[in-house]
């Protein structure tokens, strides 16, 4: 079956060939199991490569995969990165495993495409007929739950549990709460200070956005923020936070013209179009001006659509919004795309400066993107400063602002007016 791209069935098809084993699987009395996995890499190879090399490497894909499994083992295509597995007459569940196994390992085989040798990696959930689910659109929900449950475990693959349906309706609470807390405002900002390494003086804040549930108490920033990309809450959270810390920022900003607060966007925020539009209205009502706002975006947030996120970021650039690569060094960092971004500033990773005085590759690594950046007129802040002789370092390094324990950790507004009066990098400012 190698050779030609396999013309695999829909969702549909899927459906109707679930009814039909099920029925065969009840007379015969074997188990049914349905695989549903998940490329990941893809939106990369499509983001740096083009959607023309990503569509080749999703070809060869499929027809690996279509190789791969046993004559009575039918593949499915259900959206452009999601595939389903039926794998009939399973004497259990160990069976599947083992068939997914096979496959994750398929998918971490090099693909070579006009000269690029180019690797995928699979998420999967398995769920098992009659053992889980006794119809088809049942048993594809609970696949879809093992699914998730193994992404959101940073795991290769999980099988299908009512433990995971209780961790859903859970997730379903926290969503309602969230979506009240959005409403009614009760979300609070902790502000981290970042120091200019030349004057030492405070430069300005990020913000970090802090929820206190009604009824779970404080929930992590990374678990609530989840819920607000997969919820469709994410953009109206992130132009509460907007507006809060350009608010709160007016009164350090007042004295200080050069002090400049911090958000973040995720990708699914960067990915709206209207969220240049809708930024440019909250400067107008809080009179910020652009260059008092930084928006720190992820390199990985920016390979979820690279045209759409490229626009964006131009548009709020051409209006003077300085525009930052958060956790610079962790993802698709590459010169030729960097010099078409349209981003003035850098944010080395902590992992990479939590080290560098005891690991001098970490420390080379510092230098050389001190050194890029520069050579790009980009401004360079490194996070993770946690004493006296990293920060020493870094400014030998000719890096330009720090951020970091050493310096302040995330606090409260009312803290942060405190810290600028009381601490010698905010004396300075105010001086």
Known sequence: MAGQLQSLPDRSRLLAELDQRMGQSGNEGGLLGLILL????????????????????????????????????????TTGSKYAVLIPSLLGVGQAELAIKKITQLARLPVEVNGHSLRLNVTAGLAVYPQHAED??????????????AKSLSKTFAVYSQKQVTKTLSVLSLESELEKAIDHGDIELHYQPKIDLKTQEVAGVESLARWTSKVHGPVRPDVFIEIAE????????????????LRQGREIQASNR???????????????????????????????EPDQLTLEVTESA???DPDKSLQILKSLRAEGVNISIDDFGTGYSSLSYLKNLPVNELKIDKSFVLNMM???????????????????DLAVVAEGIENRESLDQLAQMDCDFAQGFYIARPMPFEDLLKWMGNSSWGNRASA
């Open 38 to 77: 998940k490329l990941r890499g893809l939106g990369t190879i499509n983001g740096e490569l083009g959607n023309e090399i990503g569509d080749r490497v999703l070809s060869k894909f499929s027809n690996r995969l279509v190789d791969c499994l046993r004559p009575s083992d039918m593949a499915f295509r």
């Open 136 to 149: 088809s659109e049942r048993l594809i929900y609970c696949a879809e739950t093992a699914l998730n449950s």
């Open 230 to 245: 997969r919820s469709g809450l994410i953009l109206p959270l992130t132009l509460l936070t907007v507006n809060l810390a």
């Open 258 to 288: 050069n002090f400049a607060v911090g958000i973040n966007l995720s990708a699914a925020v960067l990915n709206d179009s209207e969220v240049s539009e809708l930024i440019g209205r909250a400067l107008s009502i809080w009179g910020t």
């Open 302 to 304: 920016m390979m979820a």
């Open 358 to 376: 005891d690991d001098e590759g970490d420390a080379k690594i510092v230098k050389s993107v001190v050194d890029l950046a520069h050579n790009f």
